[in-house]
């Protein structure tokens, strides 16, 4: 599914991935964790194609294909999907509306026709349903004025709705209570299949309880310092990150 | 690709006036220059009676005693009066003519703006006077208003046929000495459209008017007057665009609407006329005296997309002068490159009870400046008057610039008024947002433009406010296909 070689990646003259290797195959759960400031988001940006980081070395390829001169909407229209950390407003846009620009631009790129209206509400119906999302919300402008739990659940309904190949969670668990969090996790296990894989980028052990990880990948100072099992993020959460910074000067 | 702002904004310099092309129809034109000779030519041959030559001569002579104001916030290179020819009419004009009869270049011209007169009739719903230049040479649906007892027709016509009410109410809200705008165009106007709803009929369609430039260095001074009688109701559109021309081009209309006891206008407009090239070069000057007058119980709903022209300063107004009498404003105002407007609304309450709402949303790019200008005036007899006003400025790069110059007097201790500005930008993070939702960057700007004017898109009718997102997106998006 998706193959990161040797990614070295800087914003403004300055380094912040220094040589990452990932590989995540279809049907599989990656965790990536790792303290502030070790490149976490960074790297979901450039794997998204967010063009104010320049990927100045190595390789970004999905399903065989380098991503180098792909725009940010086609990395999308080939199935990559990132829930942001930090959701956008846009003012006078409903969650309908966007949602129904995003799929019908999605089908362009495919050369099929807009979706018709019936199916479209069909779809928004049964996705909100799954997501117990209030059909009121879908109303609103995107984003303006929900809380941080809304914020979060609306991207992973915006997710359900796009059905992407790969999807990266971007800190998807903070500002979630715990009831926002289980809807959520309970979700993106829906979504789950084996044709499909799922990276989630966090800082805490907590989501990993209700989306149960494959790997786990410990991100720090730009570099993956330890990979492993589920077990791994356990361990971080006994003992912090600290033994983890040492062991990579060492 | 997504896009940096310096990108974005580079994008959207680039993008080409779309209706930029000159239709070759034979015109009878007459010389430049403007005295009293060529005003008393312009009515000779409009074959009007002699109240309405003087009515202009008069006009004229306050006219040439005038100065051109400078208060507004535009910087451009005054006309040259007497360098503007000003009458100009397509010639093969039949009075007996059907839409069929129509000179094929001018129907060619409809096309490519995408108002041809098939699809118009085809609209069915929507009558249309269709004025290029300064002659009406088109006019459907007269039948089927006839009935209603509504006139609408070329102000030409209105002057022959009914010029009772014409000589009652044209310059009755608008006077000739107005300011130096509203003069010219009273010495000098050729054409326009009349409309009157008889009393307690509501009119069963929109009526419309396109507007057009055609001949080079021709000026257009339209003049409108639409009157709605007690209890009637109508809902006017005006849209207008224009052919691209090196010289700049100068557009001074008069609208007059006259809103007696209980009766209600909702009138919207689409401009689009030519906002010059991307160096700033041409571009038509948009100077546009536009007023309502409510009786009792009356409402005026001003209702205005102005995407084009390189210099604006238009302000529709209401006076709101009988008493629960109500005046809206809501405007989309869009600049690009060099194009500058200063456009917003007069609200003068003078009744009891009286109510304004003014919505302004001003949309900056390139290194346009775009200014809101409103006033809001309470006189001391109009008790519980209100006002609500809500500006808005939406700025897309660097270099362009948005103003507010709200104007508030209140002269009744019982007035209450409230005033909202909010100025915002479009942001990187929100077009990569819509990106990664595989929404390409043109469509993302689109999206958040139409979200931030949704409010007065929304108080457009149904088939203008299609034309109006349309409009957004040509004026603001890059190259389209």
């Known amino acids: 599914m998706l193959q990161i070689k040797n990614l070295h990646a800087s914003v403004e003259g300055k380094e912040i991935l220094k040589g990452i290797n990932l590989e995540v195959k279809a049907g599989e759960v990656h965790a990536i964790m790792g303290p502030n400031g070790s490149g976490k988001s960074t790297l979901s940006s450039v794997i998204a194609g967010k063009e104010e980081f320049d990927v100045t070395e190595g390789q970004v390829i999905l399903q065989g294909e380098d991503l180098e001169d792909v725009s940010p909407e086609e990395r999308s229209h080939k199935g990559i999907f990132l829930s942001f950390q930090y959701p956008v407003e846009i003012p006078g846009v409903s969650v309908t509306n966007f949602m129904k620009t995003a799929i019908n631009e999605g089908r362009k790129a495919r050369g099929l026709e807009d979706m018709p209206a019936k199916d479209m509400l069909k779809l928004i119906r049964e996705k909100s349903e799954m997501l117990e999302i209030d059909r009121k919300f879908l109303s609103r402008s995107l984003n303006q004025g929900f809380s941080g739990g809304e914020k979060k659940r609306n991207e992973i ?13 971007d800190e998807t668990d903070s500002g979630l209570d715990i009831d926002a969090l289980r809807i959520v996790a309970n979700g993106v296990n829906k979504l789950k299949s084996k044709d499909n894989a799922v990276i989630l980028i966090t800082h805490y052990q907590r989501l990993l309880d209700y989306i149960v990880p494959d790997f786990v990948h410990v ?7 330890k990979s492993g099992g589920k077990e791994l993020a356990l361990e971080l959460e006994e003992k912090g990150y600290d033994w983890i910074k040492n062991e990579a000067v060492v | 690709m997504a896009y940096t702002e310096e990108e974005l904004k580079k994008e959207l310099e680039t993008k080409e006036y779309e209706y930029g092309f000159y239709t070759d129809i034979e015109s009878d034109t007459f010389p430049i220059g403007l005295n009293e000779d060529i005003v008393r030519a312009i009515s000779k041959k409009k074959n009007e009676p002699e109240w309405m030559t003087d009515w202009r ?56 703006l995408g108002i041809s007169v098939d699809e118009q009739k085809k609209l069915q719903n929507v009558a249309v006077d269709i004025v290029v230049d300064s002659v009406s040479v088109a006019t459907t649906f007269k039948k089927t208003l006839g009935e209603k007892g509504i006139i609408f027709m070329p102000i030409s016509e209105a002057i022959q046929e009914h010029p009772e009410l014409v000589k009652k109410y044209m310059g009755s809200i608008v006077p000739t000495t107005d300011n130096f705008y509203a003069a010219l165009n009273s010495a000098v106007f050729t054409d326009g459209s009349f409309c009157y709803i008889p009393k307690g009929v509501r009119c069963p369609m929109e009526l419309s008017t396109y507007f057009r430039i055609n001949q080079a260095g021709t000026g257009q001074f339209e003049r409108t007057l639409v009157i709605a009688d007690e209890g009637s109701y109508v809902s006017y559109l005006e849209g207008c665009t224009a052919p691209s021309r090196d010289e700049n081009q100068l557009h001074a209309a008069v609208v007059e609407l006259i809103a007696l006891d209980d009766a209600e206008i909702k009138y919207s407009t689409v401009q689009n006329w030519f906002p010059g090239n991307k160096e700033g070069k041409g571009g038509v000057y948009n100077f546009v005296t536009k007023r309502a007058l409510c009786e009792k119980n009356a409402k005026v709903s001003w209702t205005q997309v102005e995407t084009g022209s390189a210099v604006t300063w238009k302000y529709p107004s209401c006076i709101l002068k009988g008493d629960n009498s109500i005046g809206e404003f809501y405007s989309i105002a869009v600049t690009n490159n060099y194009q500058q407007a200063d456009t917003g609304t007069k609200m003068i309450h003078l009744g009891k009870n009286t109510r304004s709402t003014i919505i302004s949303k001003g949309i900056s790019a390139g290194k346009s400046q775009n200014s809101y200008r409103g006033l809001v005036q309470i006189n001391s007899r109009a008790d519980n008057a209100r006002n609500f006003s809500q500006c808005d400025s939406l700025l897309m790069g660097n270099e362009c610039g948005a103003h507010t110059f709200p104007y508030i007097e209140a002269k ?33 700007i689109a999206l958040i433009v139409n979200g931030f004017s949704k409010e007065v898109l929304n108080k457009l009718p149904m088939e203008f406010a299609v034309e109006a997102q349309k409009l957004l997106e040509i004026s603001l998006e890059g190259s389209v296909g």
Not at chain 2, 83 to 105: Q, T
Not at chain 2, 413 to 428: L, P, R
Request: proline content about 6%.
């Open chain 1, 157 to 169: 309904f915006q997710m359900a709705m796009l059905e992407p190949k790969l999807a990266i969670l």
């Open chain 2, 57 to 112: 001569i008069e006009a004229y002579r306050v006219w040439e005693k005038m100065e051109e104001p400078e208060w507004a916030n535009v910087h451009y290179t005054k006309p040259d009066f007497q360098a503007i020819s000003y009458y100009s009419a397509p010639k093969k004009n039949d009075p007996n003519k059907s839409l069929d009869d129509v000179d094929p270049e001018l129907l060619e011209m409809y096309k490519k």
């Open chain 2, 412 to 444: 009744n201790k019982t007035a209450q008024i409230e005033h909202e500005a909010t100025t915002s930008k479009i942001g990187e993070d929100q077009i990569f947002y819509c990106n990664q939702r595989g929404i390409p960057t043109e469509k993302a």
């Open chain 1, 219 to 225: 991100l720090h100072n730009g570099k993956i310092v």
